[in-house]
């Protein structure tokens, strides 16, 4: 799952850094930008609900990974919950730091940034996009919330 959550958000990242890149006096790209990084937060978040939801609902079937003993007990359950989804937070951030990162110097280029016609705007974008996915990459295990990741995305966009 981190794999295909990764992506998602990898990409969604990249559209965002992108941005920076079409903008011109009509239109600073601003507001999209705004929209992509609340696109970037609800998925996780409705992703993490809704997971979480269906294995609260689905905890008396069969084929679970966990003793009974561990539905049996909400305080366990609870924990066992946020343990799981920490990890898959953290395989997705990695894999999705490893996605932007091949996206962009990698053969299978995104359109987003080779659209972007001015070569040094792109690689303004470009490099950005790196350093953020390349810290991301680093540490992955040091971010708790997607809200993080979003300050984290902020803090290397200079527009």
């Known amino acids: ?8 958000l990898g990409n969604l990242i990249l559209a965002y850094y992108a941005q920076n890149g079409h903008a011109d006096q009509a239109n600073d790209r601003k507001a999209y930008k705004k929209w992509i990084l609340k696109a970037i937060e609800d998925s996780w978040n409705l992703f993490q609900n809704k997971f979480v939801g269906l294995w609260n609902k689905h905890k008396e079937g069969s084929g679970e990974a966990y003793l009974p003993d561990i539905y049996n007990n909400s305080n366990v359950l609870s924990l066992a919950q946020k ?25 299978a280029h995104v359109e987003d940034l080779e659209s972007i016609k001015d070569a040094s705007k792109r690689a303004e974008c470009e490099r950005a996009a790196l350093n ?13 919330t997607i809200e993080q990741v979003i300050e984290h995305i902020q803090s290397f966009d200079r527009n």
């Not at 343990?83 to 996605?99: C, E, I, Q, R, V």
């Not at 953020?132 to 708790?144: H, M, N, S, V």
């Open 1 to 8: 799952m981190g794999f295909d959550i990764g992506a998602f």
């Open 83 to 107: 343990k799981y989804m920490t990890n898959l937070f953290h395989d997705s951030l990695g894999f999705g730091s490893a996605k932007m990162i091949r996206r962009i110097v990698g053969i």
């Open 132 to 144: 953020c996915a390349k810290t991301i990459l680093k540490g992955r295990r040091q971010f708790e």
